[in-house]
Every structure is written in structure tokens, then in C-alpha cells.
């Protein structure tokens, strides 16, 4: 059998997810918007092809007329994440406003081991830049998985907004009476101080992908 390109098994991957989290097949647009597709007629292309290899069974005559064949070790392993921007660890770099940062409407996933989601919900992945976190063996280039969280423990790893610079930047997170510490794990480099009304938690950190190239 034809082994799969990286779209066609990232749409039996959300089928597949889509029909053990609702109970029935999803359409086209659902699709489309799940594994963010430029078009209808490239899924339809692609279903096609699943089809013709013998992992799919599309009945034209019902709207939602996938049914599964096959079940593959990608399928049940892998689990698709939005990157939905770039994260600095060394001194806060622009990002993109978090009110924009619309997971629907990223044009990149990347595929996970499932264990590394730990089943939570509110997932996405960040690209890291600067070397601040290298005691904490995240370094230049790496992805880390954030679940969306808007507060942590003393102590955790975080995505921190900070309001008035309109920057972001990732850093362990310590609350010090009337400031925030965020500390560097990378001992040539110092903490930042911040006022509580100027940081926002975006998510915490609970997994690392690393880049190996």
C-alpha cells in the first residue's frame, strides 16, 4: 500500500479523531478547517486518493459519507498541534497580539506523539528563539507544546505577555510580594521584573520538541 503524504495522513488523523470525539464522520469543510487546507477541492483530491489506497470509504450519496478502513500506527500515536507563533527565551521579542492568535487559522501543524499532549485540552506549539532556557535543555530552534492557562504554580515555565512592551517571552514565573520575576534558566543572564498589572500568562510549558538539525 502507498505510503501517505504528510496532508493525507493529517486528514485520517482528524477523521479519525473526529469520529471517536463526536461519533460521526466529518465533512469537507470540517476537514478543511481541522487541518487548515487551502481549499475544499484539495481535500476532495486527497480523500480520493485515500480512497483508491484502500483507507477510506466515501459514500457520495451522505453528506458526511467517509467511513474508515484502516486504522494506522499514525493515527492512533500522532496528534496534530497549531504553531501559532514564535517565543523568545532571552529578552522578550513582538509577537503576534494574543487576541490574533487564532489557532483555527494557522497554516502550520506539527504532529506529536499523543503522550506529549497528556490528553489536555487547549494545545499549540511555540517556536523558540534565544537561548535563555538552555539550563532547562530548551534551546535556539526548539518547539515548546503550551496548554492555555492563564495562571501557573511559583516556579513553572511560561508563555508571559507583557502588556506594555506588547512582547512576549518565555521564562519561569516567580510571584515576589508586590513583583513578578521571570528567571532565565541560563545563569549568565538576569531575571526580569515586572509588575503584576503588566504580565499576562498565555500558557505553561509541558513539553519539549527538540530540534535535532
Known sequence: ??????????????????????????????????????????????????????????????????????RTRASESLVPVPVIGLIAAGEPIPVPDPDTWDVAA?????????????????????????????????????????QYVNAVENGEMAAV???????ATLKKVYLESDRIRLQPANSQMRPIYADPDNVEIQGRVIAVVRQIA
Request: charged content about 30%.
Open 161 to 167: 505577555w507583557l502588556r506594555s512592551e506588547k512582547e
Open 1 to 70: 500500500m502507498k505510503k501517505l503524504s504528510d496532508k493525507q495522513r493529517r486528514i485520517f488523523n482528524f477523521v479519525d479523531r473526529f469520529l471517536a470525539d463526536r461519533g460521526y464522520p466529518p465533512t469537507i469543510r470540517d476537514i478543511q478547517a481541522g487541518c487548515n487546507i487551502s481549499s475544499t477541492s484539495v481535500v476532495d483530491y486527497n480523500l480520493n486518493i485515500l480512497e483508491r489506497e484502500g483507507h477510506i470509504r466515501r459514500h457520495a450519496e451522505i453528506s458526511r459519507g467517509i467511513e474508515l478502513l484502516t
Open 106 to 146: 494557522v497554516s502550520e501543524t506539527l504532529d506529536v506523539p499523543r503522550e506529549l499532549t497528556r490528553g489536555k485540552d487547549g494545545v499549540y506549539a511555540l517556536r523558540v528563539k534565544g537561548m535563555s532556557m538552555v539550563d532547562a535543555l530548551i534551546h535556539d530552534g526548539d518547539v515548546v507544546l503550551m
